[in-house]
C-alpha cells in the first residue's frame, strides 16, 4: 500500500517539530541557546524539509495529481 503525498508531508512536519524541538531544548539545556541563534535554528529547519518535501512530490508517481497539503 501506497502511502499518499499529503500523509508523508504531514509526517515530515511532525518529524520537523519534534527534531526542532529536541535541538532547541538541548541548546537550552546546554545554556547555549540565544534568541536568534532558535530562531535561525527554526528557520533552517523549515527549508531543509521544505526542501525534502518538494523532492518527494517531484519524484512520487502520484506527483502529477497530488495536491499540497493544507497548512
Not at 2 to 11: D, G, H, K, L
Given at each position: 500500500?501506497?502511502?499518499?503525498?499529503?500523509?508523508?508531508?504531514?509526517?515530515?512536519?511532525?518529524?520537523?517539530?519534534?527534531?526542532?524541538?529536541?535541538?532547541?531544548?538541548?541548546?537550552?539545556?546546554?545554556?547555549?541557546?540565544?534568541?536568534?541563534?532558535?530562531?535561525?535554528?527554526?528557520?533552517?529547519?523549515?527549508?531543509?524539509?521544505?526542501?525534502?518535501?518538494t523532492a518527494i512530490r517531484e519524484r512520487s508517481e502520484e506527483a502529477p495529481h497530488a495536491q499540497p497539503?493544507?497548512?
Open positions: 500500500m501506497m502511502t499518499a503525498p499529503a500523509s508523508i508531508e504531514s509526517r515530515l512536519d511532525s518529524i520537523c517539530r519534534r527534531q526542532t524541538a529536541r535541538f532547541l531544548d538541548h541548546l537550552r539545556a546546554t545554556r547555549q541557546a540565544t534568541q536568534r541563534l532558535e530562531s535561525d535554528t527554526i528557520r533552517f529547519m523549515g527549508f531543509i524539509f521544505k526542501d525534502v518535501k497539503a493544507n497548512r
